[in-house]
């Protein structure tokens, strides 16, 4: 699977993200104008020492994503979606989108894909989750359907990273 992060903003979150594209075997792209510099130390600290378990690729805009991978389904992650990201079906291909922290996916990218656009529930009033957990919540669930494929039922242990 793969996470695609549109001008992402805050390294933390950027980081925390690829810690658990390491964690889960998935590819993370960052999409630009990225708002830090990759080698912000924040970002770096936010990462761990996992950095060396995750395929980062950089794409100049979201146009690029879209022609490097045709045929590849999408999920939109959106505040504004029309359906629960647990009613759609992931496969180990799929690729889930998620906005910069202020402002979300662009609504040319929206309305362009709505049929592929999913939403976390929350409660009326609340604006969204952070990004790191929101992504975390849908990877996981697109995790789950696949049986978790791939993943071991405990850790690496001790001193076993890069």
């Known amino acids: 699977m793969h996470i695609v992060l549109i001008e992402p903003e805050i390294p933390g979150n950027t980081g925390n993200i690829a810690r658990l594209c390491a964690a889960t075997g998935m590819d993370l792209h960052l999409v630009k104008p990225l708002g830090f510099s990759t080698d912000d130390k924040h970002l770096k600290r936010a990462g761990l020492d996992y950095w060396c378990m995750v395929k980062v690729h950089y ?41 910069k922290e202020t402002a979300g996916i662009p609504e040319e990218i929206l309305e362009a894909h709505w049929e592929s656009c999913v939403r976390i529930p929350m409660v009326s009033g609340a604006r969204s989750l952070n990004l790191s957990n929101a992504v975390a919540v849908v990877a996981y669930e697109a995790l789950r359907q696949q049986g978790f494929a791939g993943l071991a039922e405990s850790g690496p242990g001790l001193g076993q990273f890069c």
């Open 59 to 99: 794409h100049e805009n979201f146009q690029e994503v879209l022609g490097a991978y045709p045929g590849r389904r999408f999920h939109y992650c959106s505040t504004k979606a029309p359906r629960a990201y647990s009613d759609a079906a992931y496969t180990e291909e799929d690729f889930l989108v998620f906005g």
